[in-house]
Antibody
């Protein structure tokens, strides 16, 4: 069974750094892209970017380029989303997603990681 | 960048048919996927490649895509269908684009 299990909720202060994770299981981690989706409180879904763990090829939404870093450690089947300096506006739920193919539908979603940034 | 436009809300009585639209420039030339999100839950895929249904999704859910509009149709609507629905495409410039979402209310 394919599963994406994300790290737990985080509460941080503005200016702090953060790295959240998404562990894939039940499939060949290096053979499928993994992406990240943001959902701000009460708002819709926003695409952030995607990585192919097999060769670390990474693509970012223009809206998030330079704002976050997406990475993966294939030795432990885990993808990451990180910030170097959080802002209050980064407060949101973050989902990792796995498409069936490079430009296919998102069949699998993580349970979400809630990030709260507040002074 | 490519934009997908959905109505903010759609209301329907139980047992009737709900139609949720997703508008985009020549969207008929793209593949459209639809997700259902209930409060406090992660989204779930309900339609992919315009009209295919994942296993476990009721036949009441169907999709179509032509011209500048894709449509998610839910027949014989039930109270449990009340949720937010999002359309999604892949675009060469933005990679992934989501519609703004439509809140389906079952009266």
């Amino acid at each position: 069974e394919v599963q994406l299990v994300q790290s737990g909720a985080e509460v941080k202060k503005p200016g702090e750094s953060l790295k959240i994770s998404c562990k894939g299981s039940g499939y060949s981690f290096t053979s499928y892209w993994i992406g990240w989706v943001r959902q701000m409180p009460g708002k819709g879904l926003e695409w952030m970017g995607i990585i192919y763990p097999g060769d670390s090829d990474t693509r970012y939404s223009p809206s998030f380029q330079g704002q976050v870093t997406i990475s993966a450690d294939k030795s432990i089947s885990t993808a990451y989303l990180q910030w170097s300096s959080l802002k209050a506006s980064d407060t949101a739920m973050y989902y990792c997603v796995r498409p069936e193919g490079a430009t296919d539908q998102f069949d699998y979603w993580g349970q979400g990681t809630l990030v709260t940034v507040s002074s | 960048s490519y934009v997908l436009t959905q109505p903010p809300s759609v209301s329907v009585a139980p047992g009737k048919t709900a139609r949720i639209t997703c508008g985009g420039n020549n969207i008929g030339s793209k593949s459209v996927h639809w997700y259902q999100q209930k409060p406090g839950q992660a989204p779930v895929l309900v339609i992919y490649y315009d009209s295919d249904r994942p296993s476990g999704i009721p036949e009441r859910f169907s999709g179509s895509n032509s011209g500048n509009t894709a449509t998610l149709t839910i027949s014989r609507v039930e109270a449990g269908d009340e949720a937010d629905y999002y359309c999604q495409v892949w675009d060469s410039s933005s990679l992934v684009v989501f519609g703004g979402g439509t809140k389906l209310t079952v009266l």
